[in-house]
């Protein structure tokens, strides 16, 4: 079936350092692939999306490509603060059409110290 | 604010209780979702309801019970819950349902953390 795999959190960064957080993905037909963020205490936030391949998606110094070679859709920032502290969820739309039904990852926490 | 409110953010009650959720959305959406999140597991979608029809059900177990009254407004009702509910369940709206080609965003409310025990 359809799924998405995050990398294990939490990961914990010093401010200005680079982000990568991994996500792959297993899906039939061509998903649109997304990244959703939650800061403490909120709900879910869309942060970027791709809708095909080799599309970037980018939001607050965020970006990742949608490679469907590797099917791969791996978060990156270049400099982190300590504001981007938070979950950050991978998530891919149901390509069969389901409807509702966006798959999600376990999420990634991330902590930035200053 | 992404103007999806959710109600109660916190209860707390035993496995024999009745209790509701509440979620209301000033977006002007029609489709309406409920999600659990657990630690360390993806996010479940249970419930999706698109012009106050529901139109999924993921086998969640009868003691969740949804009602949708109109296109702003999105409950959930619990009773005879078990430990193992204990979840934050999350609120979501977007324009129209997704699809695997209608790359709607979703919206979420705060979420209501619930302790059953």
């Known amino acids: 079936g359809n799924s998405v795999t995050q990398m294990e959190g939490p990961v914990t960064l010093s401010e200005e350092a680079f982000l990568t957080i991994n996500c792959t993905y297993t899906a039939t037909g061509y998903p649109s692939l997304f990244w959703y963020v939650q800061y403490p205490g909120e709900g879910l936030q869309l942060l970027l999306k791709a809708t095909k391949a080799d599309d970037k998606g980018s939001n607050k110094g965020f970006e990742a490509t949608y490679r469907k070679e590797t099917t791969s859709f791996h978060l990156e920032k270049g400099s982190v603060q300590v504001s981007d502290s938070a979950v950050y969820f991978c998530a891919l739309t149901d390509p069969g059409g389901s409807q509702g039904n966006l798959i999600f990852g376990k999420g990634t926490k991330l902590s930035v110290k200053p | 604010e992404t103007g999806v409110t959710q109600t109660p953010r916190h209860l707390v009650m035993g496995m024999t209780n009745k209790k509701s959720l509440k979620c209301e959305q000033h977006?002007?959406?029609?489709?309406m979702y409920w999600y659990k999140q657990s630690a360390k597991k993806p996010l479940e979608l249970m419930f999706v309801y698109n012009f106050k029809e529901q139109t999924e059900n993921n086998s969640v177990p009868s003691r969740f019970s949804p009602e949708c009254p109109n296109s702003s407004h999105l409950f959930l009702h619990l009773h005879t819950l078990q430990p193992e509910d204990s979840a934050l369940y999350l609120c979501?709206?977007?324009?129209?349902?997704?699809?695997?080609?209608?790359?709607?965003?979703?919206?979420f409310g705060s979420g209501t953390q619930l302790s059953v025990l």
């Open positions: 979501a709206s977007s324009q129209d349902a997704m699809t695997g080609t209608f790359n709607e965003k979703l919206f």
């Open positions: 977006l002007g959406h029609n489709a």
